[in-house]
């Protein structure tokens, strides 16, 4: 080591090694690890879509609003959160959102 700076380097490098996935995160575990939280989130009712995003910190699920009402899917959402929770290893955390939408269409000719 020639600079005074390089034993902190050395040091920063290890604890940033030393998380989970740092340096061998392998693409088929990530990939399957998404899967899995949308997964449960469709194992749930009146759930229509699921998206695993920002590296699975976040799920996002979009509900059928005729099935789901707004009480409703603030607990869907703790439930799913619960639920991953309890059935899955992950990094950190994972941020459920449920989305619940009307729309109102018409054609003026």
Do not use: H, W
Not at 44 to 63: D, N, P, S, T
Request: some cysteine; overall charge positive.
């Amino acid at each position: 080591m020639k600079t005074l700076i390089s034993p902190i380097v050395q040091v920063c490098d290890a604890i940033s090694g030393a998380r989970p996935g740092a340096r061998r995160q392998v693409l088929d575990s990530y990939i399957q690890r998404l899967k899995d939280l949308e997964e449960i989130a469709f194992g749930f009712g009146g759930v229509q879509k699921a998206y695993a995003i920002q590296a699975g910190r976040e799920l996002r699920v979009i509900v059928e609003s005729e099935k789901v009402s707004d009480e409703k899917a603030a607990q869907l959402s703790f439930e799913i959160s619960q639920k991953i929770q309890t059935d899955m290893t992950y990094p950190g955390q994972v941020k459920v959102t449920v989305i619940r939408e009307t729309r109102a269409v018409n054609v003026a000719k």
